[in-house]
Every structure is written in structure tokens, then in C-alpha cells.
């Protein structure tokens, strides 16, 4: 009579064996078999001879079954999932073919024969020659992505920016202000003296200035125009009067 239980038993420890981390117990909840007994997922990815085994490939399967009670004298329960990137269709087709297998092989452990199949498999349906066409898919796309250009604001660069706009400015305004508004002199002011003698005040002209005059120490004087506002005319009619006398008397004295 055979001993289904040590046989089953005896498979487990040398699949954990062999495949080490690619080989984990998972509760029944999570396998998608209608059982309570024992499931088990073992992690399987598309492996070419040139191909590293760190390699991180594009797509991962989850290969995962259950014993019955007569396994091996019937077949395993199974079930796949993608873990990354393969399609629903593919997986189908994949259970069709491992089913298919195990029933070809009743009477034996047959759990690492389907691993061994499943992994032909993703070669070749995504193998190396695949895994470029999806990389080079992926470079495309990327190329595709508007990446934004310019440098990002911060208060260094705004000032920055204020300065030389203000600067662009100033220049404008440079280049369409009036050369003579540019280089014309400023008008000079007179001291209080130098007004009234100009005519200004009497509109007649500008009386003499005498040699000897403190007409040098009074250029730097300036008055407001409100100082002429109230007593003005009447302080210059004063001045011109007493000019005009110490005029006559240097006439008067001569032989």
C-alpha cells in the first residue's frame, strides 16, 4: 500500500531543497484552490543561459499547488499568477499546459517537472529577446514624457532677476529721454544782489557790476523767492537810491 502522506512529505523537503528562497508555503486563503490542505508558491522567473541571475527580468510567475490525497496517482491542484508583468491570457494559457503535463506523468513527483516546464516557458515567451523589445517599449515612453525645463525660483534668483530688469529699465528710459534734458547745464541762480542789478526786478537791464564788487563772495548766495514776497521792492529801492547817490557824490568831487 502506497504512503501518499510520506511521499507528498518527502517531495516538499526536496523542492525547499533545490529551489531554497524561490520556494514558500502560503495560507490556503491566498492560493486560489478550493482545498484546506497545504499550498505552496513557488516564485519562477525567464532564465537564459547569457543571462545573469541578478538580473532583474521583467516578469515574475507564481507557480502554486496543493497536493491531494492521492498525489502522485492523480494530479496536483494548480494555479499560476502573475507576480510582474505577465498578461491574464498567457497565464491561462500556461495552467492549460501544466495541467495537461501532469496528467502525463501520473504515478510520480511531478511538482519540479512543471517548475522545470514553467520556466522553458517564460523563456521563451519572454525571454531575452522579449525582455529588449519591453525595455525598448519603456525607453520610448520615457522619451515621450515632457520633462520641464528652466531653473526653479528661489528669492536668490528673483532678486537677481529684479536687478537686472530695474537695470533694462533705467536704460529705456535713457534712450528715449531728450538729449537736451541730458546735457543741458542747470540755471544757475543769482544771490539777492545779482537779481536786482540783472534788471530783473525793475524789468530794465542789468546794471554794471564795479570792479572790486562782492560779487564773488555773494555768487554762492541764494535766496528764496519767498524772501522777496513781503519788503523786497522797497529794501531794493533803498539799495538802488543809496547806489545812486554815492554815484553822484564821487561825480561831484572830482576837479
Not at 182 to 191: D, I, N, R, S, Y
Request: glycine content about 4%; charged content about 35%.
Amino acid at each position: 500500500m502506497t504512503d501518499y502522506a510520506q511521499e507528498q512529505e518527502m517531495e516538499i523537503e526536496a523542492l525547499e531543497a533545490i529551489l531554497m528562497d524561490e520556494f514558500k508555503e502560503i495560507h490556503s486563503s491566498e492560493s486560489g484552490l478550493n482545498t484546506s490542505s497545504r499550498c505552496f508558491q513557488i516564485t519562477l522567473s525567464p532564465q537564459d543561459d547569457e543571462t545573469d541571475e541578478s538580473t532583474i527580468m521583467p516578469v515574475q510567475l507564481g507557480l502554486i499547488f496543493s497536493h491531494t490525497e492521492k498525489y502522485p496517482d492523480e494530479p496536483p491542484l494548480l494555479n499560476v499568477k502573475s507576480i510582474r508583468g505577465i498578461p491574464g491570457e498567457d497565464l491561462k494559457i500556461l495552467k492549460e499546459k501544466l495541467q495537461q503535463e501532469a496528467s502525463e506523468n501520473l504515478g510520480m513527483a511531478m511538482v519540479y517537472t512543471l517548475v522545470t516546464s514553467s520556466k522553458e516557458w517564460l523563456s521563451e515567451r519572454f525571454g531575452q529577446e522579449s525582455s529588449l523589445e519591453i525595455a525598448e517599449a519603456e525607453e520610448r515612453a520615457k522619451e515621450d514624457v515632457i520633462v520641464p525645463h528652466g531653473e526653479p525660483v528661489t528669492l536668490d534668483t528673483f532678486l537677481a532677476w529684479r536687478e537686472r530688469f530695474e537695470a533694462e529699465i533705467a536704460l529705456e528710459r535713457a534712450k528715449i529721454m531728450p538729449e537736451s534734458a541730458l546735457t543741458a547745464p542747470k540755471e544757475k541762480k543769482l544771490a539777492g544782489r545779482q537779481w536786482f542789478e540783472s534788471g530783473r526786478a525793475s524789468g530794465k537791464g542789468a546794471a554794471p557790476v564795479t570792479e572790486g564788487s562782492d560779487e564773488d563772495d555773494e555768487e554762492d548766495i541764494d535766496f528764496d523767492e519767498d524772501d522777496f514776497e513781503d519788503d523786497d521792492e522797497e529794501d531794493m529801492l533803498e539799495h538802488y537810491l543809496a547806489e545812486k547817490s554815492d554815484s553822484s557824490s564821487h561825480s561831484s568831487r572830482r576837479p
